[in-house]
């Protein structure tokens, strides 16, 4: 079946102790990115990656990591986390590296950073 | 950056209603989608539609560039339309620019029955 799947997909952790969401998808997509939505905020880009090797931030890039050594696969690092950065996060990928294509979300993380 | 609003904000309908949802933006752009999540959280892509309109069965898009705004139409609404639907739109400044998306903040849909 074709899918991003994102683990954990609840987590709950403490300021300043780091973490890893990770974003698999099985299509060969080139084109992955990261989200996050909050209450009255809709979804914000934090970063997004045009292929392999090929990351640029979003609008909201601060606070937050990521690297796409593989083409399937776009982790998402949190080094020092906050309460801030407590929110619903979504990876998605698309075929092209334009993104132009459907994007395809996967089922969302939801991050408390206490 | 590229300035997104939605309206309306909330929409309540009966089933079998229609409705039209608004976007617009601050700059010229060529990438514009609209998506639907639905009440259990799922993001799902409607449309890209940077210009012109598209159809798909009850829903159908129009993009006027020039201007500035998109449309979404929702005819003969259904309960399984509630959610929010988000537009989102990108514009290539160079570079990779053009994998860059701004999203509006939503509107959320409510379909009784």
């Known amino acids: 079946e074709a899918q991003v799947t994102q683990n954990p997909r609840y987590l709950i952790t403490v300021t300043g102790k780091k973490l890893t969401v990770t974003c698999s998808q099985n299509m060969n997509h080139e084109y992955m990115s990261w989200y996050r939505q909050d209450p009255g905020l809709g979804l914000r880009q934090i970063y997004y990656s045009m292929n392999v090797e090929v990351t640029d931030k979003g609008d909201v890039p601060e606070g937050y990591k990521v690297s796409r050594k593989e083409k399937r696969n776009f982790p998402l690092i949190l080094e020092s986390p906050s309460p801030n950065q407590t929110s619903l996060y979504f990876c998605?990928?698309?075929?092209?590296?334009?993104?132009?294509?459907?994007?395809?979300f996967g089922p969302g993380t939801r991050l408390t950073v206490l | 950056g590229i300035q997104v609003e939605q309206s309306p904000p909330d929409l309540i309908l009966q089933e079998g209603a229609n409705s039209t949802l608004r976007c617009n933006f601050s700059d010229s752009v060529n990438n514009l989608q609209w998506f639907h999540q639905n009440p259990w959280g799922q993001l799902i892509n409607l449309f890209y539609?940077?210009?012109g309109t598209k159809q798909n069965g009850r829903l159908s898009a129009t993009t006027v560039a020039t201007e500035r705004y998109s449309l979404l139409y929702i005819s003969s609404s259904q309960t399984t339309d509630s959610g929010v639907y988000f537009c989102?739109?990108?514009?290539?400044?160079?570079?990779?620019?053009?994998?860059?998306?701004?999203f509006g903040q939503g509107t959320i849909l409510t379909v009784h029955p």
């Open positions: 539609i940077p210009s």
């Open positions: 989102a739109v990108g514009r290539d400044a160079g570079g990779t620019s053009y994998g860059k998306l701004t």
């Open positions: 998605a990928s698309s075929l092209s590296y334009i993104p132009y294509n459907e994007q395809f």
